[in-house]
């Protein structure tokens, strides 16, 4: 049954931990009842948010308008040949879809393993971690025109997925809910340790011949050690994208900095560690009233407890005129503003 709350704190649906105020709330479970949502008169008046675990957001603000939450869940796969397609709902948490996919032995998501949020978002921003990004396992998914109310099928190339991109955070931002996403999974895997911390952690385990349970659990550690756990310190992972960079802007940064992390893109320009450039202007570890920089990953933007949006927001503006001043490059924020 479609309930809408009035007036609570989301404070328990954002990562950040960020308290701030919703008018008005509801969780959806179904398809049913995506449709009853839109059929009620509310949801046609008020500005619409759409979250699944809130782990990419920074509220600034009290939410003026509807928070719909994704809980929709169900997995069901079915085997073609090599080729295994698992289709999760999109509120199923990511994380379990992938331990789901591991215990069954379908290969390709184990390097995204221990990502936060729900399978509905991971197409929005093409979630990636070493190595592997959602576009190499994605086949299509199914979402809810809010302007129309039907269920619409989105494929890979309708996607326009790039580093940190698709195509529902651009020309089709706040139009769709995705409801659910199919992987193209495989029953033979081919293991990817390209990531020097996989290797590196693989050899400490005289691990020679890694399944893709010793991959994710490779990934699961470096994860650990790297990243803050939200339930303890708020945050929503990368503050801002590795900047991107055509080549002759990075003839001129290598030139003053010779040290500076940085890997070719497969478009031929230059990615360049964001978290390296943020160190190396002194704030890796700062602490600035109740917010900060993580101290094993200056990429991390942190609530050191009761921070507010904005305070964590003008922290984000004080990184980014830093970085230009020192290298030149702009910094961009992965994470959604609201
Ligand atoms: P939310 O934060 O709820 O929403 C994110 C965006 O997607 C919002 O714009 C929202 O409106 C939209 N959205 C959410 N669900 C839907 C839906 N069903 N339909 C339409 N729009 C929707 N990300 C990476 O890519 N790689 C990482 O390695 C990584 N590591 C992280 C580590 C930590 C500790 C944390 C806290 C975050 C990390 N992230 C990482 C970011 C985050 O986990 C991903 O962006 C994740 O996909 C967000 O999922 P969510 O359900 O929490 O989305
Ligand atoms: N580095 C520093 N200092 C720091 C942080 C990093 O010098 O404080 C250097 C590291 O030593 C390394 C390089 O920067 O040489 C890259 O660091 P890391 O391997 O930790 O990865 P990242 O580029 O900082 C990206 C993603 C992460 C993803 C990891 C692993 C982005 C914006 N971030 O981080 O995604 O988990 O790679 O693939 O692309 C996220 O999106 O929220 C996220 C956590």
Avoid at 86 to 102: H, K, L, P, R
Avoid at 281 to 292: D, E, I, M, N
Avoid at 306 to 334: H, M, P, W
Wanted: proline share 3%; net charge negative; with cysteine.
């Amino acid at each position: 049954m479609l309930h809408i709350q009035e007036n609570i704190s989301l404070k328990p649906y954002n990562s950040f931990s960020i308290d701030v105020k919703a008018d008005y709330f509801a969780e959806i479970f179904s398809e049913a009842d995506l449709k009853a949502l839109f059929e009620n008169e509310l949801s046609k008046l008020q500005k619409l948010l759409i979250i699944g675990g809130g782990s990419n957001v920074l509220f600034t603000q009290d939410y003026l308008g509807l928070v719909i939450k994704i809980s929709i869940k169900g997995i069901e796969s079915k085997a073609d040949g090599d080729n295994i397609f698992v289709t999760a709902g999109a509120g199923e948490v990511w994380n379990d879809f992938v331990n789901y996919c591991i215990e069954k032995n379908f290969a390709g998501v184990e390097n995204l393993s221990l990502i936060p949020g729900t399978v509905g978002a991971s197409p929005i921003q093409n979630i990636g971690a070493y190595g592997v990004e959602l576009k190499d396992v994605f086949e299509s998914c199914t979402a809810f025109e809010i302007k129309t109310g039907e269920i619409k099928t989105f494929n890979f190339s309708d996607c326009h997925f790039g580093y940190r991109e698709s195509i529902f955070k651009a020309e089709l931002k706040g139009q769709f809910i995705i409801t659910s996403v199919t992987f193209r999974l495989s029953a033979q895997p081919k293991i990817n340790t390209s990531y020097g911390a996989i290797k590196v952690e693989l050899q400490k385990r005289a691990i020679e011949n890694p399944t893709i349970a010793d991959v994710s659990s490779a990934v699961s550690h470096i994860r650990v050690s790297k990243l803050p756990d939200p339930s303890t310190i708020g945050n929503a992972g990368s503050f801002f994208k590795n900047p991107v960079i055509e080549k002759y802007e990075f003839a001129d940064v290598v030139a003053r900095h010779p040290d500076v992390v940085h890997y070719p893109t497969p478009d031929n320009k230059i990615k360049l560690a964001a978290g390296w450039l943020i160190e190396q202007c002194g704030w890796r570890g700062k602490v600035v009233g109740q917010t900060g920089t993580w101290k094993n990953q200056a990429l991390v933007l942190v609530n050191h407890g009761n921070a507010t949006g904005s305070e964590v927001y003008n922290f984000s503006e004080q990184i980014i005129d830093s970085v230009k001043s020192t290298f030149g490059v702009t910094l961009e924020r992965e994470v959604n503003i609201l």
